[in-house]
């Protein structure tokens, strides 16, 4: 299947999934339940999602409605973090998905309110799911490592605490690993976590995804220079004064380098179905996306 038709047809997927995972905004207290719906409901690429069920599926993976919980929940934590990254607080971003962010709409209490009650969300439906006991329990330990303190959020702190005094490589490598990085691996693991796949493919795929990541927060420095807001759906030349890698390497050499680390994750992701395409082709059109 042509790969464009591959993204889109999943995205309806997950996109229905999610309608149905979220309270209705007519559940008390209603504002919440609007605010949970609207950012993620506003779109989104729904390429973690993706990532989880392609894993999936070519590891021999083949009960989808058993799964499709883990999507959901995987997409209600990115939407969270989407919120709180653009709170004045952190990033202070004003469009998000092509809409106003979500404290532009419903003020920062409820967008606050709302990013909390999306994780919480979250694990309640992987809670009620379901998946075998065994593989919720790894589920669980997955995203909650993958999360925390040792993963996105310690990402977010150092790029919320960066100071151009301090700009080095290892540092860079360190924020875009955690932040965005540590996601893209865990989804392409908890795939082959799912499909009870052996160990040497559900590292590989943690290995793959964690490149596969880097590439993409790469592509995403290099669209906050090159790209369009109205392609972006938010706002461009916001990372001025962040830690990017534009800003270490120049655009052209970040280019190399998201190719470089593309190629890496290929020979990662290889490993869990040598025959099949999917993940080649996610991965060209990651490094080559405009938005
Ligand atoms: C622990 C989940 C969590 C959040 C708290 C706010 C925060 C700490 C972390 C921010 C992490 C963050 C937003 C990183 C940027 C990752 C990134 C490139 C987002 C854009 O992802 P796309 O392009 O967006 O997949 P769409 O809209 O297509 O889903």
């Not at 609007?34 to 506003?42: E, N, P």
């Not at 702190?157 to 924020?175: A, C, G, H, M, Q």
């Not at 090159?226 to 052209?252: A, C, F, I, Q, W």
């Amino acid at each position: 299947m042509n790969i464009e038709n591959y993204l889109k047809d999943w995205k309806k997927k997950v996109d229905d999934k999610l309608n149905e995972h979220l309270p209705s905004k007519e559940e008390y207290p209603p504002l919440l339940h609007k605010a949970m719906r609207y950012t993620v409901l506003a779109g989104g690429k729904r390429i973690r999602s993706i990532l989880m069920l392609t894993a999936y599926s070519i590891s021999g993976g083949y009960d989808f409605d058993e799964i499709m919980p883990v999507s959901s929940a995987i997409e209600l934590i990115h939407a969270y973090s989407l919120i709180h990254d653009d709170l004045p607080a952190m990033d202070n971003d004003d469009y998000r998905r092509g809409l106003p962010s979500s404290h532009k709409k419903f003020g920062e209490d409820i967008a606050i309110l709302a990013g909390d009650a999306l994780f919480s969300h979250a694990f309640y439906i992987i809670a009620h799911s379901n998946i075998k006991p065994v593989l919720k329990e790894k589920v669980l330990k997955n995203l909650t490592e993958t999360i925390g303190d040792k993963g996105i959020i310690g990402g977010q702190t150092e790029d919320v605490l960066f100071e151009e005094s301090n700009k080095s490589p290892k540092l860079l490598r360190y924020i875009h690993s955690h932040k965005t990085a540590s996601f893209f691996s865990a989804v392409c693991e908890l795939g082959t976590i799912l499909a009870e796949t052996s160990e040497d493919k559900i590292l590989a795929a943690r290995k793959g995804g964690l490149l596969m990541g880097m590439a993409f927060q790469i592509q995403d420095d290099i669209l906050d220079v090159e790209g369009k807001k109205e392609e972006m759906g938010k706002e461009v030349r916001k990372d001025n004064n962040k830690l990017t890698y534009p800003s270490v390497y120049g655009t052209g050499f970040s280019k190399i380098i998201a190719r470089k680390y593309s190629s890496l994750a290929l020979k990662q992701l290889k490993v869990l179905n040598p025959k099949d395409k999917t993940f080649e082709n996610i991965l060209n059109l990651l490094t080559t996306r405009k938005n």
